[in-house]
């Protein structure tokens, strides 16, 4: 009799694929202010050997340390809630002003049973806040989504020099934190 | 007090394959006179990002050394970055502060630092492995030897005067810039 197929193992939960696809792509510097929605994530880059990872004080630093590691032929990603990409409008700019390839995903906060309401003024214009941008944005609402869609984001971003947001909606990034 | 254009000019005699990123405005003036430079990156735009690129390119070239020449209210406006730096303490960036005590592009209203707030001991608690404050043009040694060669993150603080300079206007094309500096640092393609 055939064995029942094994249940999907934690190692292969959305961080892990999101990792999976930094390393595919070259990427060498994640920058990111610590996060829940983002904590596996941020540690399988800190114990990755090929990406340098940089806690920032501020989102706001994100998009200049994105550019210094373009300068250096590096490759960069960041990582941040919703609440940050308003920390970083202004910076946002030196992106488009050089054309600089980023990726940036951004959990969802103030969009689904969050327990802080003050998260969704941020949290409603997030998206239109990354359009106006001048970002690509992408939104991953189910977990089977998230390596096709991260992997389409980077080959836009790296391929002609785009800055691609990915929006991991709140619904499905509390599930894997236990908030629900 | 130090004259801004002097002092830069000494540091960067005699360069190398030194790499300088300047924050917008009058720092960016005062390295553009010294001869537009292809291993030169002029920001011009997001005030308060110059020590976040200058972290990264460090970060992504430890082959290299990196130099960061901003003004005080660049520095002042992402104040985080010295301490993001402190936690991943490059050995090969230097940030090098002309601190006027003013802004001078909008017209010379007094900055934080006018009121005795001190970026240097701000460096200091940021853990920067070297801290030198410099008021006078013989500092430019002490602040060459720190560029040059001394393992860092290390934070030159020069106390310079605020009489105004002729703009010296380089490059804004963005993605100019960026393809030189690429191409001149010899930076393996993305």
Known sequence: ?180 | MLDRREFVARLLADRGDLLVVTGLGTATFDVAACGDHPLNFYLWSAMGSTAAVGLGLALARPDRRVAVITGDGDLLMGLGTLATIGVKQPANLSIVVLDNGHYAATGMQASHTAAGIDLARTAEACRFAHVASVDALAGAAETRKLLYGADGPNFILARVASTRQPRIIPSRDGHAIKQRFLQASGAQPL
């Open chain 1, 1 to 180: 009799m055939a064995e029942p197929p094994a249940p999907s193992a934690p190692a292969a939960a959305w961080p892990d694929r999101i990792h999976a696809v930094f390393r595919r792509n070259d990427v060498a510097q994640v920058g990111y202010v610590p996060d829940t929605g983002h904590a596996r994530l941020i540690s399988l880059c800190q114990q990755d050997n090929e990406i340098v990872d940089v806690v920032l004080a501020s989102e706001a630093e994100g998009p200049g340390l994105v550019l210094g590691a373009a300068l250096g032929g590096r490759r960069a990603a960041l990582l941040m809630q919703s609440s940050g990409v308003g920390n970083c409008v202004n910076t946002f700019s030196l992106l488009r002003n050089c054309g600089i390839a980023c990726v940036i995903l951004v959990t969802m906060r103030g969009e689904f049973d969050d327990f802080n309401p003050w998260q969704v003024p941020m949290g409603s214009i997030t998206e239109q806040t990354l359009k106006l941008a001048g970002f690509l944005t992408y939104r991953v609402e189910h977990e089977e989504d998230v390596e096709e869609i991260v992997a389409a984001g980077c080959n836009m971003a790296f391929g002609g020099n785009l800055q691609v947001a990915i929006l991991l909606a709140q619904r499905m990034v509390d599930r894997h934190t236990g908030h629900h």
